[in-house]
């Protein structure tokens, strides 16, 4: 299912004109019933300068506080999830992603039942194979980093058994030539090769991890393991890199690998993997014919490309990231309106201040300082406001992370200094405008 739905909802749209109306109308009756109080003779004695008109400012500058810590709260929010996502796509997944075409096929069991399953899907193996342009191709029962996996005991000969404790291991049934498709590396011992047949001993080659884990100091090439009890043995070969298998925020586990071909049951549907010399997407209908010349009524299932699979699987992280992101964006653009708002309407009212702060001997660029530093004064309040609220909130988000803490020093320098300058931006116009008042356009201004 579609991660976030943008379909157009009559509902959503009544919901927020009606919010929108009543935030209008509630947040215009103070001024209006304050404009109802006012009298002719108060307002003709009331100078630029009395108390009275300073205490105007204050309810516009608490708002413009509270929409300045909200906007930091929501820019940390989205640089929190945007490195989240950025951390995530710097992964190395352990194999190498790029040129790798994705399909399934599964043969309906009534039509090839074992072992013909097999059959056919190793036919279909050998004719992709022999297409122009395609380098290599293997097939595996679980697709790398689709989210989903499958595990086994792991039974060593030759160790004791404690009664009812088992070990489950991830394992990938793939082809002889998984590896050298997918890039992993084998570090000691083989891969698989022509030698393993379905009629074969049956072989596996594990991962480093759980060499590591199971034969620490002792070298696993030709030991043997079940993977259940009274199973068939399998023999140790070779020992590869570690790679991802099912989750990408997952640390790499221990994991081991067999041949399709000597799976007794290897009925459902496999992957291919299919790795080729240009773009993966320009040789689906050439493997599609592929196929039908096989069977023509065996679908290609769920086609992609490995990129769009590590894509797909980091779906939540890119929608937060582009949610929060959207939002912060918009916070900033509101906060820097209401910046420009209240200091526009200061350097209005005070005027007259200004004007005989300029007779007085008061140089352009100390007004400009001046107004500059009142806004960055707002700035600051707000953005430490917002400061608390994401030390605060952010812990809960402490799950949807990767890479870092809730508390990461960089995300919160960044979305402050973000604030500061956009906040000095907003407020460069009416600072200017006040650095250029003359004492004779105050006079005539009172």
């Known amino acids: 299912p579609a991660a976030l739905s943008a379909r157009f909802d009559w509902r959503v749209f009544a919901f927020a004109l009606v919010i929108s ?16 109080r006012t009298g002719m003779n108060a307002g003709l004695k009331d100078g630029g300068t009395t108390v009275t008109r300073h205490r105007r400012g204050v309810a516009g500058k608490t708002l413009v506080i509270l929409q300045v810590s909200l906007c930091m709260l929501l820019l940390v929010c989205a640089g929190l999830f945007v490195r989240t996502l950025v951390n995530l796509n710097a992964l190395d997944p352990g194999f190498n ?65 404690i009664a009812g404790q088992k070990k489950f291991v991830p394992f990938n049934s793939v082809g002889q030539s998984f590896f050298t498709t997918l890039g992993i590396p084998i570090l000691y011992g083989r891969s698989f090769d022509l030698r393993d047949s379905a009629s074969s001993p049956g072989v596996a080659v594990i991962s480093r991890a759980l060499a590591q884990k199971e034969f620490a100091g002792t070298n696993p090439i030709g030991a043997s393991f079940r993977m259940d009890e009274g199973g068939e043995q399998f023999e140790i070969v070779g020992v590869c890199a570690d790679a991802k298998y099912a989750w990408i ?24 993997e299919v790795r080729t010399k240009g773009n993966p997407r320009d040789f689906a209908g050439a493997i599609r014919g592929a196929v039908e010349s096989i069977d023509k009524d065996l679908p290609l299932i769920e086609v992609r490309t490995q990129e769009e699979q590590i894509e797909a699987a980091l779906a939540p992280e890119r929608s937060f990231a582009a949610v929060t992101s959207g939002f912060g964006i918009l916070a900033l653009v509101l906060a820097s309106i209401g910046v420009y708002g209240v200091m526009a309407a200061g350097v209005s009212r005070r005027v007259n201040e200004i004007g005989v702060r300029m007779a007085l001997g008061a140089q352009a660029d100390q007004v400009l300082r001046m107004v500059l530093g009142e806004a960055m004064g707002l700035a600051l309040a ?7 609220a994401a030390l605060l909130l952010t812990r809960f988000l402490r799950s949807l992370l990767f890479g870092l803490k809730p508390t990461d020093s960089l995300t919160l320098a960044g979305a402050g200094l973000l604030l500061c300058v956009v906040a000095i931006l907003a407020s460069w116009a009416p600072a200017r405008r006040a650095s250029h008042v003359q004492p004779v356009q105050a006079l005539r201004h009172e």
Request: charged residues 20%; contains cysteine; proline residues 7%.
């Open 21 to 36: 109306v009543f935030t209008g109308v509630g947040f215009g009756v103070g001024p209006a019933w304050q404009a109802t």
């Open 97 to 161: 992603k790029r040129g790798l075409l994705l399909f399934a096929i599964e043969p309906p069991a009534q039509r090839y039942p074992a072992p013909k399953n097999i059959e056919v899907l190793h036919r279909v193996e050998e004719r992709i194979a022999s297409l122009p342009g395609v380098e290599s191709v293997t097939l595996s029962r679980e697709a790398l980093l689709a989210q989903s996996g499958s595990d086994s005991d792991f039974l060593l000969e030759g160790r004791p058994r």
């Open 382 to 388: 707000g953005v430490g406001a917002g400061l608390c």
């Open 249 to 272: 925020r997952v640390d790499d586990s221990p994991t081991f690998y067999v041949l399709y071909t000597q799976q007794k049951d290897a009925s459902g549907s496999m992957t291919f």
